[in-house]
């Protein structure tokens, strides 16, 4: 059965969202800073640096775009359940949301996994 969330836990899941969203941006600039690493090193001469710099940006805008684009509040449990799948937010930290919402994520990560 579909759970629709009160607006008092709508504001609640927007701000979980945004702290992982915020770990997410934090996680691409970490994979460019890699190659930036490993150009400096002279491990990648400018053009492989550059062209791997471009595929990983391009690839997590991708993954961003699928996840948090056109984002409403009836998405908003199946986004957080994607974000805890991802290891990007913890399970712990959904302790502000209800009984309900949590059991809801929980019935989501139970599917994804198995």
């Given at each position: 059965?579909p759970?629709?969330l009160?607006k008092?836990?709508?504001?609640?899941?927007?701000?979980?969202?945004?702290k992982?969203?915020?770990?997410?941006?934090?996680?691409?600039?970490?994979?460019?800073?890699?190659?930036?690493?490993?150009w400096?090193?002279?491990?990648?001469?400018?053009?492989?640096?550059y062209?791997s710099?471009?595929k990983?940006?391009?690839?997590?805008?991708?993954?961003?775009?699928?996840?948090?684009?056109?984002?409403s509040?009836?998405k908003?449990?199946?986004?957080i359940?994607?974000?805890?799948?991802?290891?990007?937010?913890?399970?712990?930290e959904?302790?502000?949301l209800?009984?309900?919402?949590?059991?809801?994520?929980q019935?989501?990560?139970?599917?994804?996994?198995?």
């Open positions: 059965m759970y629709e009160p008092s836990q709508k504001k609640i899941a927007r701000e979980i969202i945004e992982g969203l915020m770990r997410e941006y934090q996680n691409g600039i970490e994979k460019a800073d890699a190659v930036f690493e490993k400096k090193s002279g491990k990648l001469d400018n053009r492989e640096a062209l710099v471009y990983k940006l391009t690839s997590h805008d991708k993954h961003l775009t699928r996840r948090y684009d056109n984002m509040g009836s908003y449990l199946m986004i359940s994607g974000q805890v799948a991802d290891g990007i937010v913890s399970f712990d959904l302790g502000e209800n009984d309900q919402a949590r059991q809801v994520i019935n989501w990560l139970d599917v994804i996994e198995s």
